[in-house]
């Protein structure tokens, strides 16, 4: 007997519950783990003696990584199995959390220098950005080839929510963490646990799932981009369709899809703009509420109004992609746009506000902007693309999410410093440029979930 659920039973919203909550739990963790330092490396910086935006540059290393490898791990997904490269991401963020626990308390204690310790803390970054990347992939693409078009964008949403969720509670979290032995290090230790129990819960819940798509001989490499409308009704692997009529060719569907193929590549350009003005004001805000708040002499005491305002933004997300998509039924491309569209605008609120109320406002319409836009984009790549190339167009979002973090917090953090308001000039200016291009570039929703009259 499979241990894989038939067809019928993975489409539209059937995924077993527990399954749903292990692969929430995996985004989740990966990126909670990831973002939470934004609450103690400002201080950490502090501390050290380092300039913010040498602070920010530490993470552009395994962004990079990140940005390469994802779509190899996608494509190994395919072939290896979907929960394989899930333990392979969940591993690789384990190990790499504990070697930056480590090397941070080393720093911090004296026993290694400020510039040894940021360039070692650096270096452990790479098994999160080389390996962790092997996670978001394998998640979406498992969902992905288990839901509707119909569903779909619903479906990423929930899977989305958990991974911008994760983006700003982990933040929020983290200075809950700290123990007075470990000091600021204590919150690298207890996501290291916390990636320990769900990969527990991984092997017990989810069950080993058969890669039938690379015996087909389908896998291709990165995602690519062009007009695709799928059809519901089931074939003999995961109810699509192979005779689609605007499908790839077959002889082309050997090659590795890449990011500027004509159907994903407007939403590939959105993803990238939008995701820079994102990561620009999660790599700002830290640092900003420092200034705006006073508290550069004691900056452990910045800890509970950071994690109140990205709390706020936490909630904002989670009504942005558990609320307003379902309930509105939006599509990709009115989620992109409406998204971008208050992301910035609550990006220009932060750039005035000086009160903690007013900033915290600000985030939350950001916040609830973005946590709009990622699922939108997300979705509208899926959905141009058949569904044996999930894997490859997940390794591609995979890959565009993690170019965003590669230079988008150190120029946002860098103009900061040497003039505020430039920072968010840049901000307004790439969101400006997603809705200018995504205006006439993005396929309408109708095309896109196969509802047009």
Request: hydrophobic share 50%.
């Amino acid at each position: 007997m499979s241990a894989t659920p038939t067809p019928k039973a993975l489409t539209g919203s059937a995924i077993a519950r527990e399954r749903t909550i292990v692969l929430f739990m995996v985004m989740l963790v990966t990126a909670a783990g990831n973002t939470a330092m934004q609450s103690v490396m400002p201080a950490v910086g502090e501390k050290l003696g380092i300039a913010d935006y040498w602070v920010s540059l530490a993470y552009s290393w395994s962004a990079i990584l990140w940005m390469v490898t994802a779509p190899y791990w996608a494509r190994m997904s395919d072939q290896r199995g979907r929960k394989a490269l899930m333990k392979v991401g969940i591993w690789g963020f384990i190990t790499s959390f504990i070697c930056c626990g480590m090397v941070l308390w080393a720093g911090l204690n004296g026993y290694l220098g400020a510039v040894l310790t940021m360039c070692l803390f650096a270096l452990s970054r790479t098994l999160y950005g080389g390996f962790g990347s092997a996670a978001p992939p394998a998640v979406q693409a498992y969902v992905a080839a288990r839901t509707d078009r119909s569903l779909r964008t619903q479906a990423l949403a929930v899977v989305s929510s958990s991974f911008g969720l994760g983006t700003v509670i982990g933040p929020a979290i983290a200075p809950l963490l700290i123990l007075p032995l470990l000091g600021l290090t204590s919150p690298f230790l207890f996501f290291a646990l916390f990636g320990l129990m769900v990969l527990v819960a991984l092997r017990i819940f989810l069950p080993d799932d058969d890669p039938r798509y690379a015996a087909r001989g389908r896998v291709v490499s990165e995602p690519s981009n062009s007009s695709y409308v799928e059809r519901e009704s089931d074939d003999n692997d995961d109810g699509e369709q192979n005779d689609d009529a605007n499908a790839l060719p077959k002889n082309e569907t050997q090659q590795r899809m890449r990011w500027h193929d004509t159907r994903i590549r407007p939403w590939m350009v959105a993803g990238l703009l939008g995701g820079h003005a994102h990561a620009v004001i999660l790599g700002m805000i830290g640092f900003l509420l420092l200034d705006r708040l006073e508290l550069r002499e004691t900056p452990e005491l910045a800890a509970g109004p950071t994690g109140l305002v990205l709390m706020a933004g936490a909630i904002a997300t989670l009504l942005a992609q558990w609320g307003l998509i379902p309930k509105l039924q939006m599509g990709p491309r009115a989620s992109t746009l409406w998204g971008v569209l208050l992301g910035g605008f609550g990006c220009l609120i932060i750039a005035v506000a000086q009160p903690l109320h007013s900033i915290t406002l600000g985030y939350i319409i950001a916040s609830l902007g973005f946590g709009l836009f990622r699922p939108g984009f997300v979705a509208g790549a899926s959905l141009a693309v058949s569904r044996p190339e999930q894997g490859q167009v997940a390794g591609i979002v995979a890959s565009i999410n993690g170019a965003a973090f590669v230079l988008g917090p150190f120029v946002g953090v860098w103009l900061y410093t040497v003039y505020a308001p430039a920072s968010f000039a840049l901000i307004t200016i790439l969101c400006a440029c997603v809705l200018a291009l995504g205006w006439k570039g993005l396929q309408a929703d109708e095309v896109l979930t196969g509802t047009k009259a």
